[in-house]
């Protein structure tokens, strides 16, 4: 099998296309182009980590309804979420529908349970202090 010349010269410009990219990409990381990029690239990527941290403990709680096995996070996060609401709350997680149900607590009343907005927006703080307290344990 015979080898043309423009098969060659084919692969030359193909090699010397190579080559230049990779000079100009060695350019840029020594004059430091891309930090930007890579700092984005990291702030995004804790991000992630927090919301998934954030979504399994809230989950944990609303399985764990207030037993022995919550986490200091979990207590933490209930515990501010009550004194910002002004009453003590439990929380109550539907299995079927997967939604929350916060009740407040009360020995005089009993429990009482909260309207779907109130649930809505209470769930909604509930997330934002997880989140809140995992960013500021993250080193």
């Not at 764990?64 to 709350?89: C, H, I, W």
Request: proline share 1%; aromatic share 6%; glycine share 6%.
């Amino acid at each position: 099998m015979a080898i043309t010349a423009y098969q060659v010269q084919n692969i030359l410009k193909t090699y010397a296309r190579q080559l230049a990219r990779g000079h100009r990409l060695a350019k840029a990381k020594s004059k430091g182009l891309y930090p930007y990029q890579l700092q984005i690239d990291v702030q995004a990527r804790r991000r992630r980590v927090i919301e998934k941290i954030t979504a399994e403990l809230i989950d944990n709680l609303g399985m764990a309804n207030f037993s022995n096995t919550l986490d200091d996070v979990e207590l933490l996060a209930m515990r501010t979420l009550s004194k910002e609401y002004g009453q003590p709350l439990a929380l109550m997680k539907d299995d079927i529908t997967g939604t929350f149900k916060f009740k407040v607590q009360s020995a005089d009343t009993g429990n009482r349970e909260l309207s779907d907005g109130e649930n809505a927006k209470l769930e909604n703080r509930l997330y934002a202090i997880t989140q809140n307290i995992i960013e500021h344990n993250m080193v």
